[in-house]
T-cell receptor, first 114, second 115 residues
């Protein structure tokens, strides 16, 4: 069965520090992978996505993620965190084609210390 | 481009009443729309998938008679929570996908509170 695991429920970093949010997926075929960010009481904003090609993808707001098939991972990174990055981050997987159902991870809540 | 709106953004209703939530794709035609439910501090759970002009496909455990979904046009889907109860209080989020892309565009969500 398809699943997404985000091992870290809550992460706190200092402003200016680097960030890595982990995501592992379970999917039988080549997955389509996404990272979304959600601010409190808001909908989801797409940060980046991986469909094929270069395994290092660049997204908005200075985020990047690397697809590692051997590790079934799609970790999100940012070299220098800003206070405005504090939010909930969701990793998601889709099988592509068909109706593209998204399976979400449990989310990682990021807090940023000044 | 690719903007999805939801209306209302929040609603409070009495137990036993029905509430309708609208999801619109503003600048593209959405062949498929999805409805998600999100409890506080939890992830999004897919409730159903709807395709324009056909019946929605509900996920296991979601009562189709309680959560009525209509996708009558390529830009509008509605979710009606019938005979709402306090346990239906949640954040409901829709997303829309056009036929040519593998990406869903999300609405801002609707917070439902049932008293």
């Amino acid at each position: 069965a398809q699943s997404v695991t985000q091992p870290d429920i809550h992460i706190t970093v200092s402003e200016g520090a680097s960030l890595e949010l982990r995501c592992n997926y379970s999917y039988g075929a080549t997955p389509y992978l996404f990272w979304y960010v959600q601010s409190p009481g808001q909908g989801l904003q797409l940060l980046l996505k991986y469909f094929s090609g270069d395994t290092l993808v660049q997204g908005i707001k200075g985020f990047e993620a690397e697809f590692k098939r051997s590790q079934s991972s799609f970790n999100l990174r940012k070299p220098s965190v800003h206070w405005s990055d504090a939010a909930e981050y969701f990793c998601a997987v889709s099988g592509g084609g068909g109706y593209n159902k998204l399976i979400f991870g449990a989310g990682t809540r990021l807090a940023v210390h000044p | 481009g690719a903007v999805v709106s939801q209306h209302p953004s929040w609603v409070i209703c009495k137990s036993g009443t029905s509430v309708k939530i609208e999801c619109r794709s503003l600048d593209f035609q959405a062949t498929t729309m999805f409805w998600y439910r999100q409890f506080p501090k939890q992830s999004l759970m897919l409730m159903a998938t709807s395709n324009e002009g056909s019946k929605a496909t509900y996920e296991q455990g979601v009562e189709k008679d309680k959560f009525l979904i209509n996708h009558a046009s390529l830009t509008l889907s509605t979710l009606t929570v019938t005979s709402a109860h306090p346990e239906d209080s949640s954040f409901y989020i829709c997303s829309a996908r056009d036929g040519g892309h593998n990406e869903q565009f999300f609405g801002p969500g609707t917070r439902l509170t049932v008293l």
